[in-house]
């Protein structure tokens, strides 16, 4: 059975992420690629001023939501954060990959973390772009319905 056959091993000389700073090496796994992303939008988000309030926050059950970062700026506003890292502009880039059907499940999980709260403060949707021009923060950057 042909599909059961093992890969070839990682060439050595394929390139890293442009962004991961790291000289060429074997090629990291996609979940790799997104926690080093993740840990990038952090670093920058916090040099701004924001202060993490969770990570990974998910919602549970099937159609459940995950929110990369919540944040909190220093007005009160809790922010949640949607990080996309892509390795090249090719088909729309990191922004146009934030589909209607991803903000409806970033959205689905902030209303339930704003359950935890008796008087939910205000909030907004960033997303951070991780990509060869470095890191792009668009605060903003769609509301809960969706825009």
Request: hydrophobic letters at 45%; charged letters at 20%; one cysteine or more.
């Given at each position: 059975?042909r599909?059961?056959?093992?890969r070839?091993?990682?060439?050595?000389?394929?390139?890293?992420a442009?962004?991961?700073g790291?000289?060429p090496?074997?090629?990291a796994?996609?979940?790799a690629?997104?926690d080093a992303a993740?840990?990038?939008?952090?670093?920058?988000?916090e040099?701004?001023?924001?202060?993490?309030l969770a990570?990974?926050?998910r919602?549970?059950?099937r159609?459940?939501?995950e929110?990369?970062?919540?944040?909190?700026a220093?007005?009160?506003?809790?922010v949640?954060?949607?990080?996309?890292?892509?390795?090249?502009e090719?088909?729309g880039?990191a922004l146009a990959?934030i589909g209607?059907?991803?903000r409806a499940r970033?959205?689905?999980?902030?209303?339930?973390y704003l359950?935890r709260?008796?008087s939910?403060?205000?909030?907004r949707?960033?997303?951070?772009?991780?990509?060869?021009?470095?890191?792009?923060?668009?605060?903003a950057?769609?509301?809960a319905d969706?825009?």
């Open positions: 059975m599909f059961l056959a093992k070839p091993p990682p060439r050595a000389d394929a390139a890293a442009p962004w991961s790291a000289e090496a074997a090629p796994s996609t979940k690629r997104g993740e840990a990038l939008a952090l670093r920058h988000l040099a701004a001023g924001l202060r993490l990570r990974n926050y919602t549970s059950g159609g459940g939501g929110i990369d970062l919540v944040m909190q220093r007005d009160g506003t809790v949640f954060v949607e990080v996309r890292a892509r390795s090249s090719s088909h880039g990959s209607a059907t991803k970033i959205v689905l999980a902030a209303r339930h359950l709260h008796a939910p403060p205000p909030c949707f960033d997303v951070v772009l991780v990509g060869p021009a470095g890191v792009q923060w668009l605060p950057a769609f509301d969706g825009a």
